[in-house]
């Protein structure tokens, strides 16, 4: 098997602030193009201060959409994490399962909550 991508987030995001949706995008745009072609990514949190959840919904959140679960377990990890960011991620992780598991139900609701404060 061929030798897994290192990426670098402090090197992506061009410091040690995640807490750009922008640079969460960049990060899926870098990383989704090689787990849909098969290819094992690691992601590196070596040098990340700052990190928010919103970051890792949109960075990896948002692969769950596009890939199934088995999937990026099978190809994707992470190395370098801080244990607190740890939970951060497995909460943006199940965030992500349930909502692309039921997305029409949680537009719908967003939709009604919006309505109503019209």
């Known amino acids: 098997m061929n030798e897994p991508h290192i990426i670098r987030i402090f090197d992506i995001v061009g410091g040690p602030l995640c807490i750009s949706t922008d640079d969460g995008q960049t990060v899926h745009d870098k990383i989704a193009p090689l787990l849909k072609d098969g290819q094992r990514v690691i992601l590196s949190f070596s040098g990340v201060d700052t ?3 919103l970051f890792l ?62």
Do not use: C, P
């Open 51 to 53: 990190l928010i959840s």
């Open 57 to 118: 919904h949109v960075a990896i959140g948002q692969l769950y959409g596009e890939l199934t679960e088995e999937r990026i377990r099978e190809l994707l990890s992470v190395q370098d994490m801080a244990q607190d960011d740890l939970v951060l991620l497995k909460r943006a992780v199940e965030n992500a399962k349930a909502f692309f598991k039921n997305r029409q139900g949680y537009e719908q609701a967003w939709k009604e909550e919006v309505s109503d404060e019209e």
